[in-house]
């Protein structure tokens, strides 16, 4: 009989087909649940900061290339390169 004698026991609910329905308790599906999506997140944060941190490291090297590049003009190349800090010398007449 519908109502009769819960006495404390688990909710139940009573169709008027004749079927009882419990209630389930959800808890440990919401755990699961929250745990394979905090590995979720925590892959993808994991896998974007890695990419940042590469871009950021790229952009260093390039920088450092140039510096390497603009500031080698050494007092003794002969061959005229733009930038270069040897003194130029007239064309010789022959």
């Known amino acids: 009989m519908p109502g009769a004698g819960d006495g404390g026991k688990a909710a139940a609910r009573w169709l ?3 079927l009882l329905v419990e209630e389930v308790d959800n808890t440990v599906t919401l755990i699961i649940l929250a745990v394979v999506g905090g590995v979720i997140g925590l892959l993808i944060l994991i ?3 890695k990419k940042l941190v590469i871009f950021i490291l790229k952009k260093t090297r390039e920088k450092k290339k140039e510096c390497l590049v ?3 003009g050494n007092d003794n190349t002969e061959n005229g390169l733009p930038g270069s ?3 130029e ?3 010789s007449k022959v």
Do not use: D, F, Q, Y
């Open 47 to 49: 896998l974007l900061i």
């Open 70 to 72: 603009s500031s080698s």
């Open 89 to 91: 010398k007239p064309p």
């Open 16 to 18: 008027g087909t004749g």
């Open 85 to 87: 800090k040897a003194e």
